[in-house]
C-alpha cells in the first residue's frame, strides 16, 4: 500500500485522542438514555431526492457512483434525484426514518443518534468534510406540545454540563423564534423573510452597517426598515415579562398594529420564547436566554430556532443548534412536527483536544501487562491474563520475551500501569507471582485470582493536562 | 419530505431491533478492550489508489463525487486513483492508517475497530452494501511474531461466546495456511496458485465435481493434479501431531520431494498451523481446528487464514474471517505485518434478531414515566425525573396531561415498567407520591429522593423471545 496520507477535511484522531472522543459520545448516550431518549442508527445514504429538498446546505452533498459504472461510463445516466448520497446531517434521515416506520414507533418518538455526516464541500482551511454530529430529537405524530420547546435544550445543557470535567467552558443556549421574526419584518412591510433571517444570521460576522447595506440592497428594506430589524437583533430580556414589554414597544414605535395578522403571528412567538426562557431558568438558571439575532440558516424551521455559545470560546461559534421543524416529515395530509437540537461533535472533540488539553490517562484500556519469561512459557503469562480478564481486569500479555526492561518499556509507551511477573522477580518455579505499579514503583506479591489494580489505576481515564 | 423509502441493501432497524445490535456492539467492545485492544475509529473514505490497490472486492467501491461538480458535468474529469470512495473493509484503512502514524503508535499496534463499511454492488436480494464490520487487527512494525495467529482468533471466539446469551451458536474458528497451500499446489506442480485457491474457495458451494472441472479448464491442472487438490482440501487432523503427519503422507502420494522448496514452504505453514491448533486445544478445546480447504478470497493474505461457522448455521457462511497478510502496509523497505480477523456484524444481528428472535425487554432506556396531572404541574413532574436521573435512574415525563389510562398506556408501548404518581394516585396535595410497577400492578409510596426500581426493571435488557 501507498504511503498514507491524510485527506484534508477529514480528521483522525490518534488513539489517545481517540480516547476523547469515545469517552465524549459515551457520556452523550448516557446522559440522552437518562432523559428517556431512544437510540437509532440510519444509513448513511438517502436518496437524491430527499436530501435536495430542504435546507441550506443541499448543494454541498457527496453523491455516489458503482465504480464499475464510472469506469463503463455510465455515471451520469440517473437523475441526481434518484441516485444515491451520503446524508448531511441527521435531521432529515430521521423525518424519513420516521414516516417510513410510523407503523412501528410510539409517538412523541424521543430519539437520540450519534453519527458521521458529510458535507460535499471543496477542501477549506478549518472546514470538516466528514464530522460526527450527536442529535437528540422529539418528533409528534399530527401535533407536539410545546413543553419540548424547553426540555429538549434543557438536555442538550445537562448533557454539555456532564463534558465540562473534560475542558469543555459552560455553555449558554440562544434561543429565538422564527413566528417572531417573521411577524415582525411582515409587520414592518417586508416580504422576503427567508433573505432578511439570511442577512441577520450575518450580523456577528460582518457587523451592523455591513448588514444594514445588505438588508437594503438585497431584500428591498429602506432605511428604517434595516434599522428596525437591527432594533430587533439587538433586543435581550430578563424574562419573559420583559421581552413582551420590550417587543410591544418595538412594534409602537415601528407602527405595527396590534390587530394585524403579522402582529398576531409574532405574538405566538413571544409566547413561545417566553415560556422557554422563564421555564428554562425556573429550572436551570442562566442556562437558556432570549437572543433575538438567532437566525439559523435552514429553512426547515417553523418556530424555536437555538444555537449555544461556549464562554471564552466565541470564534468556536455556535457548538449545539437546532430548532423546531413542523413541516419537514409528512405522509398524505399527516404532519410529524419535531423541534431537535444537534451538537458537532467532532468540533467539540477537537476544542478539548488542542485548546482545553484533554488526553487519555492512558492509551491502553488495559491495567496490567503480564510479562514473559521465555516464548515456552508464554501459556503461563496467557493464563494468568486469561484469569484477570474474567475477573473484568483488562490485562495485555508482552509481545516478545524480550529483555525485562525492553517489556517495561513497552508497558510504559502505552501507559500501562503495571506489570505482572510470573513466579515473582526471578522466575523461580513455584515462587508466588509479584505485580510492579510502574508508575510509583512499588512491588507486591500478588495472585490472579483476587488481585486488583489500585483504584487510581483501575480504569482509562480522560484528565486535563496543560501545553 | 416524499414517503420514506427502504434501499435495497442498506438495513435500517427498528428501535428494539437497535438495542440489540448495540449490545452486539457493546459487548464485542468490553471483550476487545479486556484483551488490551485499542479503538480507533478511521474516515469512511479512502484514496481510488488505495481502494483499488488489493483485494478481490476492489471492483465494488462507491465512488464519491461533489454535488455541484455532478451538475456541472465535471464528474469524470479526475481519474478514480485521485478520487476518494467509501472504505470496503477495515483492513485496507488500517494499514493506511498505521503508516501515516507510525510515529505515533506503540508497536505492535492491536487495535479494535468497529464501523460500517460500503460495497458499490448493485442491488442483489440479501446482499448487503452498506453494514457494520468488527474487527481486531495486531499489527507489527518490521516483524510480527506468530502467536498473535492463534491469539487472534481466541479473542474472536471469546467474544462471539460473550453473545451466545444473546441468541448466538456455538462458534468454532476454521484455520488453514496459505503457505501450506501454495506449498503443496506448487509440489504438485501448479503455477497459478491464486487460481487453484479461488476454485477451492468454491468448494461448498459447487461440490469437487465441479470445481474438478474448473481447475483443469481455468487452472491448467491434470485430472491427478486436481485430486490432489482436492485431497488436501478434504484433510482434518485432531492435533498438530497428526497434520504433519498427514501433510507429509499426501505429499508423499504425489511424490513432493521433501529437500524442495514447495516442501519447505509449505512445511513453515504446516508448522504455524500445527501451532495454533494445539495452543488453541490447550487454552479452549473444539475452539479452532484445522480445516485445509479455507482458502479466503482477498489475495492480501500471506499466511493463516481463518472462516468461523455457527453451529447449525451453515446456510450463513462464515461469520467472521480474516488471516495474516505480511504485505499489505509498507513504507519504503518498512514492512507491517498484520494478522486479524472481522465478524460481519450486521448479518450476525440480523440472525439473531429473525433466527435465534433476540428482543429488547423494552424500547425506551427509562424505567420509569412520570405521570402528569395537568400542564400547569408539569414542572413537578420534571422535577421528580431530575431528582431520579441525577441518582442514575433513567426517567421519562408523559407527553401530555392526557387521562391516566393514556399516559399508562404511553409507558406500556415504550415497556417502561412503572409510572410515578405525583401526590398519590389521586393528587392530593402534600400526600406521598406512589409509584405503580404496570407489569406486576404493585403500586407502592415512593420517594424520588431514595426510590429504586426492583433489580428485574432496572435495566434495558436483550431477551430471547419466541416467534
Redesign the interface.
Known amino acids: 500500500?501507498?504511503?498514507?496520507?491524510?485527506?484534508s477535511g477529514?480528521?483522525?484522531?490518534?488513539?489517545q485522542e481517540?480516547?476523547v472522543?469515545?469517552r465524549v459520545i459515551d457520556t452523550l448516550r448516557r446522559i440522552f438514555?437518562?432523559?428517556?431518549?431512544?437510540?437509532?442508527?440510519?444509513?448513511?445514504?438517502e436518496?437524491g431526492?430527499?436530501l435536495l429538498?430542504?435546507g441550506e446546505t443541499s448543494?454541498?452533498?457527496?453523491?455516489?457512483?458503482?465504480?464499475?459504472e464510472?469506469?463503463a461510463?455510465e455515471?451520469?445516466d440517473t437523475p441526481?434525484e434518484d441516485r444515491?448520497?451520503?446524508h448531511f446531517d441527521l435531521t432529515?434521515p430521521l423525518?424519513?426514518?420516521?414516516?417510513?416506520?410510523s407503523g412501528?414507533?410510539?409517538f412523541?418518538f424521543?430519539?437520540w443518534q450519534i453519527q458521521?455526516v458529510?458535507r460535499?464541500?471543496?477542501p477549506q482551511e478549518g472546514r470538516f468534510r466528514?464530522f460526527v454530529q450527536a442529535d437528540i430529537d422529539v418528533v409528534?405524530n399530527g401535533s407536539l406540545?410545546d413543553?419540548y420547546e424547553v426540555?429538549l435544550p434543557l438536555v442538550m445543557v445537562s448533557a454539555l454540563e456532564a463534558l465540562r470535567e473534560y475542558g469543555l467552558p459552560k455553555a449558554t443556549v440562544h434561543a429565538n423564534n422564527r413566528k417572531l421574526s417573521e411577524g415582525f419584518y411582515r409587520g414592518l412591510g417586508l416580504s422576503d423573510v427567508e433573505g432578511v433571517l439570511r442577512e441577520i444570521d450575518k450580523l456577528d460576522k460582518i457587523g451592523p452597517d455591513e448588514v444594514t447595506k445588505l438588508l437594503v440592497s438585497e431584500c428591498g428594506a429602506t432605511e428604517a426598515q434595516a434599522a428596525a430589524c437591527l432594533d430587533l437583533a439587538d433586543m435581550t430580556a430578563a424574562d419573559g415579562a420583559q421581552l413582551r414589554e420590550k417587543f410591544d414597544a418595538l412594534c409602537d414605535a415601528h407602527s405595527i398594529a396590534r390587530d394585524g395578522d403579522a402582529y398576531a403571528l409574532a405574538s405566538e412567538g413571544v409566547d413561545t420564547l417566553a415560556m422557554i426562557v422563564d421555564?428554562a431558568a425556573?429550572?436551570r438558571p442562566g442556562s437558556v436566554i432570549a437572543d433575538l439575532k438567532i437566525a439559523r440558516g435552514l429553512d426547515y424551521y417553523t418556530g424555536s430556532v437555538y444555537e449555544t455559545f461556549l464562554d471564552g470560546a466565541a470564534s468556536l461559534g455556535s457548538i449545539c443548534s437546532g430548532g423546531r421543524y413542523d413541516n419537514?416529515?409528512?405522509?398524505g395530509n399527516r404532519k410529524y412536527p419535531g423541534v431537535g437540537l444537534s451538537i458537532g461533535l467532532s468540533r467539540l472533540v477537537s476544542y478539548m483536544l488542542h485548546t482545553a488539553h484533554a488526553t487519555a490517562t492512558r492509551?491502553?484500556?488495559?491495567s496490567v501487562l503480564i510479562a514473559v519469561w521465555d516464548?515456552e512459557h508464554?501459556?503461563d503469562s496467557?493464563?494468568i491474563?486469561?484469569a484477570l480478564?474474567a475477573r473484568?481486569?483488562?490485562?495485555?500479555?508482552a509481545?516478545?520475551a524480550a529483555k525485562l526492561g525492553k517489556q517495561i518499556k513497552?508497558a510504559d509507551?502505552?501507559g500501562i500501569p503495571y506489570v505482572w511477573f510470573p513466579n515473582g522477580a526471578n522466575d523461580e518455579a513455584g515462587a508466588p507471582d509479584e505485580v510492579k505499579n510502574i508508575v510509583t514503583g512499588d512491588q507486591e506479591q500478588a495472585d490472579a485470582a483476587t488481585w486488583n489494580p489500585a483504584e487510581d489505576y483501575a480504569a482509562q481515564g480522560v484528565v486535563l493536562g496543560k501545553e
Chains 1, 2 share one sequence.
Open positions: 500500500m501507498a504511503k498514507g496520507a491524510s485527506i477529514f480528521p483522525e484522531w490518534l488513539p481517540r480516547v472522543e469515545q438514555e437518562l432523559n428517556g431518549f431512544i437510540g437509532i442508527e440510519t444509513r448513511a445514504v436518496t431526492a430527499s429538498k430542504k448543494k454541498e452533498i457527496y453523491l455516489l457512483s458503482r465504480l464499475q464510472v469506469t461510463g455515471e451520469n441526481v444515491l448520497g451520503l432529515v423525518s424519513r426514518y420516521v414516516v417510513e416506520h412501528d414507533l410510539a412523541p424521543k430519539r458521521k458529510w460535499g464541500e471543496r466528514e409528534g406540545p413543553h426540555e421555564e425556573a429550572i419537514l416529515a409528512s405522509q492509551v491502553s484500556p488495559s516464548e508464554r501459556l496467557n493464563r491474563a486469561a480478564r473484568g481486569i483488562s490485562a495485555d500479555v509481545p516478545t513497552y509507551k502505552l
